[in-house]
């Protein structure tokens, strides 16, 4: 049974044990190049002065971590299917923002990996889909 659900970006298909995610609309990260252009702008001002050096350094070392601790985010927590068996799921979260526009349900895989869905509260397709995902679990717990 084909079960389709819309989300933020475009929508989710359970069917066969299976889950798509279809992105129809594709955004870009722009908080992350805008805080990338600041720290690189930041960095052009204050090594006109040579006086301010060890400052510049101390910048660059706190924006290399930030940048590293991203990259192991988005390389090893975070994943890129877009196609998974439902039984790859071993437990979700659910977080509404604070103000009440858009859910986000976080599926964690049996690798511990993470696949963020963002639903909005006024389609009402969280709730089909949590029990869709909820019965699929239900099932490959009591088949073990």
Not at 106 to 118: A, D, G, P
């Amino acid at each position: 049974m084909k079960q389709e659900f819309i989300t933020t970006q475009g929508k989710v298909i359970i069917e066969d044990g299976i889950i798509r995610v279809k992105k129809l609309i594709h955004r870009s990260n722009s908080e992350f190049n805008y805080y990338i252009f600041g720290i690189f702008y930041a960095v052009y001002l204050l090594g006109s002065d040579p006086k301010i050096l060890p400052l510049v350094y101390i910048l660059l070392g706190i924006t290399g971590f930030v940048f590293l601790v991203y990259l192991f985010e988005l390389f090893f927590l975070k994943t890129w299917k877009n196609k998974f068996p439902v039984e790859q799921i071993k437990s979700y979260r659910v977080s509404r923002d604070h103000i009440g526009l858009e859910t986000r349900v976080t599926l964690v895989l049996k690798s511990n990996r993470q696949k963020e869905i963002v639903f909005r509260n006024h389609e009402h397709q969280l709730d089909g889909f949590l029990e869709a995902v909820t019965q699929y679990i239900t099932q490959t717990q009591f088949a073990h």
